[in-house]
């Protein structure tokens, strides 16, 4: 929302400009401010990319992804004022609608990527948790695999198939067995419920 507001102010004054032209006034300091503010933006947009991939933290990948805005929102604003001090002012409201644009566009991934969190979406394939719970012992199958959240903490839930005939103390040792496995094999997930049942053929 906050980008939002911002591509909504940069827009509106960008195109006041290019109706009523107003050049700003630019000195040796304009450059050396933006230039300042562009090495840390830099240096940020590493640690925190550093850092998420790490870490596989989804809010430190945002964060650097505002952050590279930031990077690119710099780069306008100094391309806007070597125009402006070369006498082209007409480069700032021109700066100010591209500099909107690239805001917007990042603010559509960020809200794309938490809009696919919030609706649940599949967080670890599963293919691939089958092929994990199928290593253990005695499982028949599983089924209705859930996995959600966000990828650096994970819920999953499972439907288990056991003979039925097997007694429920020793599936219920299994199915720890098969969460045991789980978690080793993904340290992201921070739950797993493991539903016990026999397998349709045997109902």
């Known amino acids: 929302m906050f980008l939002l507001l911002a591509v909504f102010e940069i827009g509106r004054t960008a195109l006041a400009r290019l109706s009523a032209p107003a050049p700003p006034r630019v000195t040796w300091l304009s450059f050396a401010v933006m230039i ?73 991934e960020i809200g794309r990527d938490t809009s696919r969190i919030l609706s649940d979406r599949v967080v670890i394939d599963e293919d691939a948790i089958r092929r994990v719970v199928m290593s253990v012992p005695e ?35 299994v199915s720890h067995m098969v969460k045991d496995r789980l978690l080793e094999r993904y340290p992201q997930i921070v739950d797993a419920i493991i539903h016990i049942e026999p397998p349709p053929y045997e109902r």
């Open 36 to 108: 300042i503010t562009l090495v840390i933006n830099l240096r940020v947009v590493r640690y925190e990319a550093r850092a998420g991939r790490r870490l596989n933290s989804e809010l430190l990948l945002a964060d650097a992804l505002h952050t590279r805005t930031d990077v690119f929102a710099t780069l306008g604003v100094l391309v806007s004022l070597s125009g402006v001090w070369l006498g082209y002012p007409l480069l700032d409201p021109v700066g100010g609608i591209a500099i909107a644009v690239v805001i917007a566009h990042t603010g559509f």
């Open 139 to 173: 499982v028949l199958g599983c089924h209705q695999i859930r996995s959600r959240g966000t990828s650096d903490h994970v819920f999953l839930d499972l439907h288990v198939w056991f003979p039925a005939d097997a007694p429920l103390r020793h599936a219920h040792e």
